[in-house]
Nanobody
């Protein structure tokens, strides 16, 4: 079992930056790939970014590419999502998740955090 806890969300103005963190505990000896997803009110959960265990592979949704950056520190069992030039449409609950595969498909992620709210005002 892997437990994931997100932090770093908040309410900011458009154009601002936030950095989300996802701390993993439990079976952190397994080499999980990590992803960030988000869900806005009334919408389906959508892929945001993913990173391999080694950090050599990353993938981004088109809507965030160039503005968001995913990274990880395996020594700290933590994954980050740096979000710059935030837009009101980025408002959502952001979730981190762990998968044995490098994938954008949420159904292939085994473990999920509880989420952290990001609200961007115009």
């Amino acid at each position: 079992q892997v437990q994931l806890v997100e932090s770093g969300g908040g309410m900011v103005q458009a154009g601002s930056s936030l950095r989300l963190s996802c701390a993993a505990s439990g079976r952190t000896d397994s080499r999980y790939n990590m992803g960030w997803f988000r869900q806005a009110p009334g919408k389906e959960r959508e892929f945001v970014a993913a990173i391999s265990w080694s950090g050599t592979w990353t993938s981004y949704a088109g809507s965030v590419k160039g503005r968001f950056a995913i990274s990880r520190d395996n020594a700290k069992n933590t994954v980050y999502l740096q979000m710059d030039r935030l837009k009101p449409e980025d408002t959502a609950v952001y979730f981190c998740a762990a998968s044995p595969l490098g994938t954008r498909d949420s159904s292939l992620y085994n473990y999920w955090g509880q989420g952290t709210q990001v609200t961007v005002s115009s």
